[in-house]
């Protein structure tokens, strides 16, 4: 069980999360969710802009910590909830970046309008009220959020993205921080120019539907074929 693979990978997005400086190097923390029970976290009381494989914390989806020589991250159950609320998620990051932080300290949102990536990947955030950190409470108001979003402003906190890869869980932190940089510095400019309802429309996922096939309806059709060649 020591998932050496997995582990270097949460531990290269952490590395990468600190020198990005989206996180401080005692802040933040990020999980992947392995063979569908399994959490490997960043642990607490580390160093983040230097962590390895090693120092990634195991624990089971039910919260039992299978390194016991590691100190869980005190936001593990947030972690836990959000996959239990979202079975589609494999990775979450949860971090501070200052900009984000900012609107997530203020009454102003970040604006995903302004710019097409910023729509398209991200859609548009969700707010999680305040609770204390590390929390039963904070941890069932951030699974609530992410029922319907796939970034979440922690009021008075920072931010949790999540995603089906580390990839794709760092990448919305990211252009999450670029976008709330975008809204200040347009919103100092003055004259902010919006996507149009109907471009915004454009950036919305499109469905996909599946070919329903009657296996019964198959089988007159075969049977009628067959029964028009003998004939």
Known sequence: ???????????????RLYER????CSGGNISLLVDGD????TPSGLDKGRIE??????????????????????????HIRVYQSRPDVRAVVHAH???CSSFAASEKEINTSLIAESRAVLGKPAIAQYAFMGSPELAAIVARAVAGANTVLLTNHGVLSIGQTLLQAFDRIEVLEAAATI????????GKRELTGAQLSELEPREEHSLEINEELVQLITQAVLNNLKA
């Not at 400086?21 to 401080?24: D, K």
């Not at 990634?56 to 989806?61: E, M, R």
């Open 1 to 15: 069980m020591e998932y050496t693979k997995e582990r270097q990978e949460v531990a290269y997005f952490m590395r």
């Open 53 to 78: 494989a090693e120092q990634i914390g195991i624990i089971s989806l039910s919260g039992e910590n299978l390194t016991p020589s590691l100190k869980p991250s005190i936001e593990t159950e947030m």
């Open 21 to 24: 400086r989206l996180t401080t």
């Open 183 to 190: 809204t200040l510095i347009t919103h100092l400019l003055g």
């Open 97 to 99: 970046p200052v900009v």
């Open 38 to 41: 399994i959490i490997l976290i």
